[in-house]
C-alpha cells in the first residue's frame, strides 16, 4: 500500500463519507440494506453475509485492492500519473474509485486536458458533466472542509498546483 502519490488515510476517509462503510449488502443509490429473495446473500466460497458479515480485515483488503486497481486504471490512461501532484493523483484516484474505468473512460475532454496539462479546462469538463449534476453532495462544496471535495480538489488543480 507504498504508493507516493496516494495518502491512503485521507482518501479511505473521503470514500467511506462518500460511499459508505457497510459490513452487509446495500442499495448504492438508496443506502437501504437489501436481503435475500430467497436463500441468503453469499459472496465468495459459501460466505454468508447476513450471518457473517465481513470483517475489518477483509474490507481493508478490498479497499486497497480497488484503490490499485484505480491506479492501475489511471496510469494505463496517463502516461504521466506518477508525475502528478499528490492532490492531482488523489482526485483522479477518488474519482476513478467512484466511476470504474469504463465510465472514466467517457470523459474524454477531461482526459485530453489532463494529458495536456491544462488543469482549468479539465475542471471545467468535470464541472459540466452529468457525474457533477448527479453527485452534488459529494462534488459540489457543503458541510466537508473544501480539501474533501472532489470538486475544489479539482478545481485547485489549476488555481493553486499548477505552480507545483
Not at 453475509?49 to 494505463?76: Q, R, W
Request: with cysteine; hydrophobic share 45%; aromatic share 10%.
Amino acid at each position: 500500500m507504498d504508493y507516493p502519490n496516494i495518502n491512503f488515510a485521507l482518501l479511505k476517509e473521503e470514500l467511506i463519507r462518500d460511499e459508505a462503510d457497510k459490513r452487509y449488502p446495500y442499495d448504492d443509490k438508496t443506502g437501504k440494506r437489501v436481503r435475500a429473495v430467497r436463500g441468503h446473500l453469499t459472496i465468495g466460497i459459501g460466505r454468508n453475509l447476513e450471518a457473517k458479515p465481513l470483517s475489518d480485515d477483509v474490507v481493508e483488503m478490498m479497499f486497497v485492492e480497488d484503490v490499485m486497481e484505480a491506479v492501475g486504471d489511471l496510469k494505463i490512461i496517463f502516461q504521466r500519473f506518477d508525475n502528478f501532484s499528490k492532490a492531482r493523483a488523489h482526485a483522479l484516484v477518488n474519482i476513478m474509485f467512484n466511476l470504474g474505468g469504463t465510465k472514466f473512460r467517457e470523459f474524454v475532454h477531461m482526459i485530453e486536458a489532463i494529458e495536456m496539462n491544462n488543469w482549468l479546462v479539465a475542471s471545467q469538463e468535470l464541472r459540466n458533466s452529468l457525474y457533477c449534476r448527479e453527485l452534488p453532495s459529494r462534488v459540489m462544496p457543503q458541510k466537508h472542509p473544501p480539501a474533501k471535495t472532489i470538486f475544489l480538489i479539482i478545481e485547485i488543480f489549476y488555481y493553486k498546483l499548477s505552480i507545483k
